[in-house]
């Protein structure tokens, strides 16, 4: 009895430990890690609650649960939170702080032309969780652009400073820098919780232009690339245009430039054939080559300049012999060749000497007889006579009751040509003979200027060079105009023509002039 009664209490002494040990794990302390929790406005609040609690066993863990119901993130302020745990709260105060300041994209240093700076030039960019406000607080003129170093600034990197504030200072949305020179500007951000960002760079002004000089007065370029029989156009300026893709002309620098500061300009070219002639070994071109040149803060300057290039290993003769082509001038400028328009107001001028092989017409025309037998039977006759025989078929007309008004003026179309050759003696030029053959050629190119005013033939089979006008009223007065024109008076003074023709045409209200110029 003894022995079971010895075991039956020791058996109730390991039960009372037993106990006794549970009940310790039964009062497992709950404590909080801190009574005040601080996030920083943007971040996100963590939502595991072992990271407000100091040393949780794993029984409080699996019980405790988070309440951060009332916590903004998004706002500044002092918010209640609260671990629950076996029916008890233990609260704690999260405070949401904006203690960053902000992060700005700004440029490290600014290349400008006189005028307004503003602060979007300076800062390009700006990252905050609260609201900002931003303004240039400081402005100071440093140096004279003559000593600055465009090298230099190319180097330069923005200051930003977030420990000396302006504080006080008054924003300005924009300066007005008029006049040239380097200035330091500070510009600063701030938040609503009085964090700032400044931002200090170095601002260059320069209101002057780069300066043109030509660079090349005559080029050769090898055009031994190029195959004749790649040439399918008897236009000079489509076969420019081919051989302006050349290595050599394309890598061509036409001019140079120079500036007092900046270092880096950029020059720009665009080509006006004024002539492209095939009469010597080698083709031979002349071009006004318009140069544009900027520097990097937008200044600008423009330059004509004449250039002469010869296209080496490119067969003249040959290209002659297959296009026809001998000599082209003209003095249309640019934008008039882009877009194909004719110059049609009163008392205007226009040239271009094409000196091509013009198909020829075999049409019946009016008289019964095709245009080859009219320029046929035209060279046969004298002035005087194809003036007589002009005139007679428009009495024959008026006969018929027809209203044509028009007529040649010959006495005036003889002074016009006395005139080119007293400005070809003028200029140490040969008098140039007047070519009866031709004479109808220009009469009825006078005819055809009167509703087409361009150089656009109809027919006939002529290689010449030509001028024409519309609307000036005197010799003296179509003279002056075209000795005006570079493109015109090239023509006239052309060493190279021995013959001309010209025809005077009124049409009842307007005069027509032509003047055709052949070897």
């Known amino acids: 009895m003894k022995n079971t009664s010895y075991k039956n209490k020791q058996f109730g002494l390991l039960g009372m430990a037993f106990l006794?040990?549970?009940?310790?794990?039964?009062?497992?302390?709950?404590?909080?890690?801190?009574?005040?929790?601080?996030?920083?406005?943007?971040d996100e609040l963590s939502e595991n609650v072992e990271d407000y609690l100091?040393?949780?066993?794993?029984?409080?863990?699996?019980?405790?649960?988070?309440?951060?119901?009332?916590?903004?993130?998004?706002?500044?302020?002092?918010?209640?939170?609260?671990?629950?745990?076996?029916?008890?709260?233990?609260?704690?105060?999260?405070?949401?702080?904006?203690?960053?300041?902000?992060?700005?994209?700004?440029?490290?240093?600014?290349?400008?032309?006189?005028?307004?700076?503003?602060?979007?030039d300076l800062v390009t960019e700006i990252k905050d969780a609260s609201e900002t406000s931003s303004g240039i607080v400081s402005c100071e003129r440093k140096d004279d652009l003559v000593v600055c170093d465009y090298d230099d600034m190319l180097q330069e990197k923005a200051v930003?400073?977030?420990?000396?504030?302006?504080?006080?200072?008054?924003?300005?949305e924009s300066v007005q820098l008029d006049d040239e020179g380097c200035y330091e500007v500070t510009a600063q951000v701030k938040d609503s919780e009085g964090n700032f960002t400044d931002i200090t760079l170095n601002v260059y002004v320069?209101?002057?232009?780069?300066?043109?000089?030509?660079?090349?007065?005559?080029?050769?370029?090898?055009?031994?690339?190029?195959?004749?029989?790649?040439?399918?156009?008897?236009?000079?300026?489509?076969?420019?245009?081919?051989?302006?893709?050349?290595?050599?002309?394309?890598?061509?620098?036409?001019?140079?430039?120079?500036?007092?500061?900046?270092?880096?300009n950029a020059i720009s070219y665009e080509y006006e054939q004024k002539s492209f002639n095939l009469q010597k070994e080698n083709p031979v071109e002349v071009l006004n080559v318009h140069c544009t040149v900027q520097d990097q803060a937008g200044n600008e300057k423009k330059a004509d300049y004449e250039v002469t290039v010869t296209y080496t290993g490119l067969d003249a003769a040959a290209l002659i012999e297959k296009t026809g082509l001998i000599l082209q001038t003209s003095d249309v400028t640019a934008n008039e060749k882009k877009s194909?328009?004719?110059?049609?107001?009163?008392?205007?001028?226009?040239?271009?000497?094409?000196?091509?092989?013009?198909?020829?017409?075999?049409?019946?025309?009016?008289?019964?007889?095709?245009?080859?037998?009219l320029v046929e039977m035209f060279n046969s006759m004298t002035p005087d006579e194809i003036d007589e025989f002009l005139n007679s078929l428009f009495e024959d007309n008026s006969n018929d009751n027809s209203n044509?008004?028009?007529?040649?003026?010959?006495?005036?179309?003889?002074?016009?040509?006395?005139?080119?050759?007293?400005?070809?003696?003028?200029?140490?030029?040969?008098?140039?003979?007047?070519?009866?053959?031709?004479?109808?050629?220009?009469?009825?190119?006078?005819?055809?200027?009167?509703?087409?005013?361009?150089?656009?033939?109809?027919?006939?089979?002529?290689?010449?060079?030509?001028?024409?006008?519309?609307?000036?009223?005197?010799?003296?007065?179509?003279?002056?105009?075209?000795?005006?024109?570079?493109?015109?008076?090239?023509?006239i003074l052309n060493a190279s023509y021995t013959k001309i023709s010209v025809s005077c045409y009124y049409d009842g209200s307007t005069y027509y002039w032509v003047q055709n110029f052949a070897y």
């Open 20 to 42: 006794s040990v549970a009940g310790i794990a039964g009062c497992s302390k709950v404590e909080l890690a801190q009574s005040t929790v601080t996030l920083e406005l943007g």
């Open 54 to 120: 100091q040393n949780p066993d794993e029984k409080i863990l699996k019980g405790a649960s988070l309440d951060l119901s009332a916590v903004d993130e998004t706002k500044v302020g002092s918010y209640n939170a609260a671990v629950a745990y076996d029916g008890k709260n233990y609260p704690f105060t999260v405070e949401v702080k904006d203690t960053t300041s902000p992060q700005c994209e700004a440029k490290d240093y600014i290349y400008m032309q006189p005028g307004t700076l503003t602060m979007d």
């Open 160 to 172: 930003v400073d977030t420990t000396d504030s302006y504080d006080g200072a008054d924003y300005q």
């Open 206 to 264: 320069d209101g002057t232009a780069p300066e043109l000089a030509q660079n090349v007065i005559d080029l050769d370029v090898d055009a031994s690339g190029i195959s004749i029989d790649d040439i399918n156009t008897d236009d000079a300026e489509k076969i420019a245009d081919m051989l302006h893709e050349l290595p050599d002309f394309s890598n061509a620098e036409w001019a140079a430039a120079s500036d007092a500061f900046c270092g880096d």
């Open 340 to 373: 194909g328009k004719s110059d049609k107001k009163s008392g205007t001028t226009n040239t271009q000497n094409q000196v091509s092989q013009a198909s020829g017409k075999s049409n019946t025309n009016s008289l019964g007889i095709t245009d080859d037998e």
């Open 404 to 491: 044509i008004s028009g007529y040649y003026d010959s006495n005036y179309a003889q002074q016009v040509f006395a005139m080119v050759n007293q400005e070809r003696a003028n200029n140490g030029v040969d008098a140039l003979t007047w070519d009866s053959s031709m004479a109808s050629y220009s009469d009825r190119r006078a005819m055809e200027i009167t509703t087409d005013f361009s150089h656009n033939s109809a027919g006939g089979k002529m290689n010449v060079g030509e001028n024409i006008a519309e609307g000036a009223i005197s010799p003296e007065m179509v003279m002056d105009g075209w000795m005006r024109s570079d493109g015109h008076r090239a023509n």
